[in-house]
T-cell receptor
Framework: NAGVTQTPKFRILKIGQSMTLQCAQD?????MYWYRQDPGMGLKLIYY???????DKGEVPNGYNVSRSTTEDFPLRLELAAPSQTSVYFC????????????FGSGTRLTVV | SQKIEQNSEALNIQEGKTATLTCNYT??????LQWYRQDPGRGPVFLLL?????KEKRKERLKVTFDTTLKQSLFHITASQPADSATYLC??????FGGGADGLTFGKGTHLIIQP
C-alpha cells in the first residue's frame, strides 16, 4: 500500500545512545516532516524538507538532525539521547505543503531511560 | 504569540446526534485550515481542508466551516456513530513553526466519544 513507512515502531534507548528513525514514502511527495507528540500536547514540528537536499528547522530541533538525499527518504537522527526525547515520533509527507493534506506514518514510540 | 485552541476536555455525544468541535486561533492569518482524525496508537489521518475564501466544506457526514473574522473553525459530524470516537486535530497553515509558509501547526486535539 502506498503511504509513509516508519521504522522501528518501538525502541528503548539508554541515555547518551544514538539512533536513526527511518521514514520512507512512495507517493513522490516533495514535502516531508518530522513531528513529535507528547501526551496531552499537540504535534510539534522538529524538522521539515521541501525537496531532496533541502532541510530546515521547525519548532523543536535541538538534539536532532535530518538529511534528505532522495525524494523518498527522510531519516531523523538522535545523537546523545536524553529522557526529554521520550515521545512518539511521526513522519509525514505532502505534495506541496499545506494546500494538500498530510499523509502520516504510524509513528515510532521512543523511550529513553 | 500564535495560539490554536481546541477544547481539551472530552466531548460526549449520543449516537445519532451531531457532534460539533471548535478550533479557535489567535495571531494567525492562515491560508488553509485542515482537520485530522487520530485513533489511539495511530498517526493522524487527513479529513478535510478548507481555504480562507471558503465558508463551508462538506464530505459525506462531515462539515467544516471557517470564519476568518471570528478566527474560528467548526467541525461537524452528523448522524454520529460510535466508530466516530477518536481525537480530532485542527491544523493551520503558516505560523512561526509550521514549516515555512506552507507548513501546518497543529492544535492539541479534542477527544470525541460517541455513546451508543
Amino acid at each position: 500500500n502506498a503511504g509513509v513507512t516508519q521504522t522501528p515502531k518501538f525502541r528503548i534507548l539508554k541515555i547518551g545512545q544514538s539512533m536513526t528513525l527511518q521514514c520512507a514514502q512512495d507517493m513522490n511527495h516533495n514535502y516531508m516532516y518530522w513531528y513529535r507528540q507528547d501526551p496531552g500536547m499537540g504535534l510539534k514540528l522538529i524538522y521539515y524538507s521541501v525537496g531532496a537536499g533541502i532541510t530546515d528547522k521547525g519548532e523543536v530541533p535541538n538534539g536532532y538532525n535530518v538529511s534528505r538525499s532522495t525524494t523518498e527518504d527522510f531519516p531523523l537522527r538522535l545523537e546523545l539521547a536524553a529522557p526529554s526525547q521520550t515521545s512518539v515520533y511521526f513522519c509525514a509527507s505532502s505534495r506541496t505543503g499545506s494546500n494538500y493534506g498530510y499523509t502520516f506514518g504510524s509513528g515510532t514510540r521512543l523511550t529513553v531511560v | 504569540s500564535q495560539k490554536i485552541e481546541q477544547n481539551s476536555e472530552a466531548l460526549n455525544i449520543q449516537e445519532g446526534k451531531t457532534a460539533t468541535l471548535t478550533c479557535n486561533y489567535t495571531n494567525y492569518s492562515p491560508a488553509y485550515l485542515q482537520w485530522y482524525r487520530q485513533d489511539p496508537g495511530r498517526g493522524p489521518v487527513f479529513l478535510l481542508l478548507i481555504r480562507e475564501n471558503e465558508k463551508e466544506k462538506r464530505k459525506e457526514r462531515l462539515k467544516v466551516t471557517f470564519d476568518t473574522t471570528l478566527k474560528q473553525s467548526l467541525f461537524h459530524i452528523t448522524a454520529s456513530q460510535p466508530a466516530d470516537s477518536a481525537t480530532y486535530l485542527c491544523a493551520l497553515a503558516g505560523g512561526t513553526f509550521g514549516g515555512g509558509a506552507d507548513g501546518l501547526t497543529f492544535g492539541k486535539g479534542t477527544h470525541l466519544i460517541i455513546q451508543p
